[in-house]
């Protein structure tokens, strides 16, 4: 029994440990090489994770922008490569651990179990002893001596561990599938329970438009009509009506009743009030996001879906949606157009339109704060070697300041925000435009010009503004807020009055000037 032992001891003892020294440096020397970089795979993680929050925060706060510029579509897309870019990244390190999950498993677990099994087999082969001695105890020391040897290796441990870890893994994917589904259950009952809230407000303030209103006809029509919501009528025709409208807030608060008007190439609109009027309200209805209690609203409408398209009617709000692209975004937004799609036509006739609302210096400040930018860039690279050669080839990509990709909406003033949303109307050239207070940044004779502009290119203007102004451009005023059981009136804009106001407006533009000055 004493020499056997003393053989394992040889055996495990003295070749054993240097060769698994040996081994697992050049286990761990293996795994390293296979190792990715995870500081710069999760510092790109972390910067495609913000980039996804952002553009999904972006879509929450300008909603309602969006959907006036029927930029659905175009903000999906956003959202939909934001998202991509993100998972393809998580993909590539998932993928990575795998690779590297594998090399670990080979060198960690499945290497020292064929290690052991040939460590075994050299024992019994060197230190055995001869069949004869080995029938003679029945292979009771042989058997001992190996088990001592298995013991070395502990591949049971390891195993066992490798499972536990791994159900555990299995363990956290299936709780976070559960928290979804839970998450998802939540998010149905609040759209339920938001449906009911809707519809029971609704119903209440039509009930209490009905009562504002009186015994009248208008008041029996919003009876008639408060369950079952007002309508939202397409036409060929080139009209926007209002017909005996109730406008109700989601929230309950009625704006106006029986609110009846047109507007026409022939005969314009000028919505008036005071701040929080309700003239947005009117214009959410003219758009289609808002659902009116009652009455109908006809829209014109040459397409074939239940809303009119940007060529039809175009919404300029105050403040203008910018969108995340370049220069020529700006412009053609929801639309993009890539540089190499762009021909020098198309080119001449956007950078025409900026030249009308006066900002066509935004192409050539932006292409030639490129050149500075490049230029210095060089004169700092000369001394850093050939590191920057990528960054000159990538500046030299940008072509001209229409491909110029910035946050625009901290770079560009309110008034040239303003201008660039009468530019991207002109662009689209719609039949009709709602402008809601989109020129309050600008001077009135800017504004003049704007508004010039708009009516030359054959778009039938509805100005949405706290006062009158230019009326020389508006037939009609429909004023709401106003102290009347219904909430508005409306009235022709005389000859006399429009000249009154024309010379206020000018007096208005030469201070603006002077100020300016």
Not at 4 to 10: G, K, S
Not at 164 to 173: G, K, N, P, T, Y
Not at 266 to 291: C, D, P, Y
């Amino acid at each position: 029994m004493v020499p056997d032992c003393l053989c394992v001891r040889v055996c495990v003892c003295a070749a054993s440990p240097a060769a698994l020294v040996a081994y697992y440096a050049l286990s761990l020397r293996v795994v390293r090489l296979a190792m990715p970089d995870y500081t710069a795979l999760y510092r790109k993680s972390s910067e495609l994770d913000a980039e996804f929050l952002r553009v999904h925060h972006r879509v929450k706060t300008a909603a309602e922008q969006i959907a006036f510029f029927d930029g659905g579509a175009r903000e999906r897309e956003i959202v939909e490569q934001a998202h991509e870019e993100l998972m393809d990244h998580q993909w590539k390190i998932n993928w990575m651990n795998f690779k590297l999950g594998m090399v670990q498993d080979i060198f960690q677990s499945r290497v020292p179990e064929v290690f052991q099994w040939v460590l075994r087999f050299g024992y019994s082969y060197r230190y055995g002893g001869t069949d004869a001695e080995v029938l003679a105890d029945g292979g009771a020391s042989l058997n001992m001596n190996q088990a001592y040897l298995q013991s070395v290796i502990p591949q049971i441990s390891g195993n066992l561990g490798a499972a536990i870890a791994l159900s555990d893994r299995f363990a956290q994917v299936a709780g976070q599938i559960v928290r979804v589904a839970e998450f998802q259950e939540v998010l149905d009952e609040l759209e339920e329970q938001q449906d009911a809230a809707s519809a029971r407000a609704t119903a209440t303030a039509a009930a209490d438009a009905s009562a504002v209103a009186g015994d009248g006809p208008s008041a029996s029509k919003s009876e008639a009509h408060g369950a079952e919501g007002g309508t939202y009528v397409p036409t060929t025709e080139q009209i926007i009506s209002f017909d005996d409208v109730s406008i109700v807030t989601p929230a309950g608060e009625c704006i106006a009743t029986g609110l009846s008007w047109e507007a026409t190439p022939a005969s314009t609109m000028m919505l008036t009030g005071r701040s929080a009027a309700g003239k947005s309200s009117v214009v959410r209805a003219i758009a289609g996001i808002w659902k009116t209690s009652c009455g109908t609203v006809t829209v014109h409408n040459t397409t074939d879906q239940p809303m009119p398209s940007l060529k039809d009617v175009f919404v300029v709000p105050q403040q203008l949606l910018m969108a995340v692209g370049s220069l020529s975004d700006q412009l053609t937004y929801p639309d993009s157009l890539a540089a190499e799609s762009r021909t020098e036509e198309l080119e001449a006739h956007m950078l025409g339109l900026l030249q009308v609302v006066g900002i066509e210096y935004l192409v050539t400040r932006w292409g030639e704060r490129d050149v500075a930018d490049e230029s210095q860039t060089r004169r700092t690279g000369r001394q850093r070697g050939s590191e920057w050669d990528g960054i000159f080839a990538a500046r030299e990509a940008l072509g001209s300041g229409w491909d110029r990709e910035v946050r625009w909406e901290d770079v560009l003033s309110l008034g040239e925000q303003q201008r660039m949303g009468i530019a991207r109307m002109l662009y689209h050239q719609p039949r009709f435009a709602v402008l809601d207070e989109c020129t309050s940044a600008v001077s009135v004779d800017a504004e003049e010009e704007l508004y010039r502009a708009a009516m030359t290119s054959g778009t039938t203007c509805v100005t949405v503004s706290q006062r009158l102004t230019l009326p020389e451009f508006h037939q009609f005023e429909l004023k709401v807020g106003v102290n009347e059981a219904r909430g508005w009136s409306a009235a022709a804009i005389e000859a006399g009055q429009a000249n009154q106001l024309l010379s206020g407006s000018q007096g208005e533009a030469m201070h603006a000037t002077t100020e300016l000055h």
